[in-house]
């Protein structure tokens, strides 16, 4: 069972925006403006930063971290993931999934053969996609869809995947 303290990260840094402490911050939320109503949030590293919006910006924000005033200092924290723990985030309907509770999972196919497991999830505009690490083969993008992954089971630590027809032809070269 996934530890409801777990930090999960939800955003990160892209680097500054303009001269006066701001940064460019990049939303993993499913509503990607909610980001800054988890606030603080914190770094990898311990750190803790209150967040505010000040405007969206194509595909990020520009945000205000708490005690950054200088574009220096917003350069230094350009990749800086911001976290914030699991309990504080809302609960998810049985067929919703948090990325972090994803990236880690063994995948097997409906016939119980292991694929490999889930590297990381991601999000290019056209639904996500699995990204199954493979030992001594290549990786394989899997559709996250409920055709081709019919069964999550985090608490058990195991995808059931069904992956499209011709997805792994040629996968294991």
Do not use: W
């Not at 606030?39 to 924000?61: M, Q």
């Not at 996250?144 to 997805?167: N, Q, S």
């Amino acid at each position: 069972m996934t530890d409801r303290n777990e930090p999960v990260c939800l955003g990160a840094i892209a680097g500054a925006f303009g001269v006066q402490g701001a940064v460019r911050l990049k939303s993993f939320c499913s509503d990607p403006g909610a980001i800054a109503d988890y606030s603080p949030l914190v770094t990898e590293d311990g750190r803790s930063f209150n967040v505010s919006i000040v405007k969206p910006l194509n595909g990020a924000f520009a945000a205000k971290l708490g005690g950054i005033t200088s574009k220096e200092a917003a350069d230094a924290l350009k990749g800086t993931r911001l976290f914030a723990p699991r309990s504080r985030l809302p609960a998810l309907p049985d067929d919703e999934y948090y990325h972090a509770d994803l990236i880690g999972l063994e995948v097997f196919d409906t016939g119980g053969a292991s694929l490999g497991r889930v590297r990381t999830v991601m999000d290019h505009g056209a639904g996500d996609l699995l990204e199954i690490a493979r030992p001594g083969k290549p990786e394989i993008l899997l559709p996250f869809t409920r055709e081709a992954v019919p069964t999550v089971d985090v608490a058990g630590g195991r995808i059931i995947a069904d992956p499209p027809i011709g997805l792994l032809d040629g996968a294991d070269d």
